[in-house]
């Protein structure tokens, strides 16, 4: 039968000066083409494409201008998305 001793030869004495923290990683947000925002953004792209070809008060200018517009804001709402979320990655 093994005994337990109480005395400082069962303390660990391999601590370092550092604290020791768990590996924790943070990836960016959703990937681009999972989010809604994409697929609504296809869905209007696709719906100023159609409404320019069907449509005689509509010029072809015009509806690139418009699909440059969402994809432009898109763009700006992926870049805030991405903003707001810090990547932390504390694997050492």
């Known amino acids: 039968m093994a005994t337990m001793r109480g005395d400082a030869s069962d303390v660990d004495t391999r601590r370092s000066d550092r604290p020791v923290r768990a590996r924790t990683t943070f990836d960016e947000t959703k990937i681009s083409f999972l989010t809604t925002e994409f697929w609504a953004m296809v ?47 504390t694997d050492y």
């Open 43 to 89: 869905g209007v792209i696709v719906a100023i494409l159609i409404a320019t070809q069907q449509l005689d008060q509509m010029t072809g200018e015009e509806g690139w201008t418009l699909v440059a517009a969402v994809a432009i804001g898109y763009m700006v709402s992926r870049s805030l998305a991405k903003a707001g979320n810090a990547h932390r990655d």
